[in-house]
Nanobody, 124 residues
Framework: VQLVESGGGSVEAGGSLTLACVASELIHSGRMAWFRQTPGKEREAVAVISSPQGVTAYADSVKGRFTISRDNSKKTWYLQMVSVRPEDTAMYYC????????????????????WGQGTQVTVS
């Protein structure tokens, strides 16, 4: 499965931005997630949504500000970011893993086989 992110850019603190991730094929069952990374730091899990259940989970740092959603008809999932902060500045990556049962927690990079190339978000 190939993943392509879009929607990154520069935004002022307190503003909003929505990222999108388009998959080359529909993931009927699995997890779709967003991670982010800044130079010199490990990639950090941001949010995840399961398919088909639609169950979501968020990192504490973004709870109440970010919302993950998906549109299976478009093979796309989104990360809506509101009230952004300078510390949200990072390269954002989408990730996906097909399956029903998972041995690794959603926050683990190793839980995902498919990754996008990343989209930069800069908050000033």
């Amino acid at each position: 499965v190939q993943l392509v992110e879009s929607g990154g850019g520069s935004v002022e603190a307190g503003g909003s931005l929505t990222l999108a991730c388009v998959a080359s094929e529909l993931i009927h069952s699995g997890r779709m997630a967003w991670f982010r990374q800044t130079p010199g730091k490990e990639r950090e899990a941001v949010a995840v949504i399961s398919s088909p259940q639609g169950v979501t989970a968020y990192a504490d740092s973004v709870k109440g500000r970010f919302t993950i959603s998906r549109d299976n008809s478009k093979k796309t999932w989104y990360l809506q970011m509101v009230s952004v902060r300078p510390e949200d500045t990072a390269m954002y990556y989408c990730a996906a893993q097909s399956g029903v049962e998972f041995s690794l927690p959603w926050i683990s990079q190793n839980a995902y086989m498919n990754w996008g190339q990343g989209t930069q978000v800069t908050v000033s």
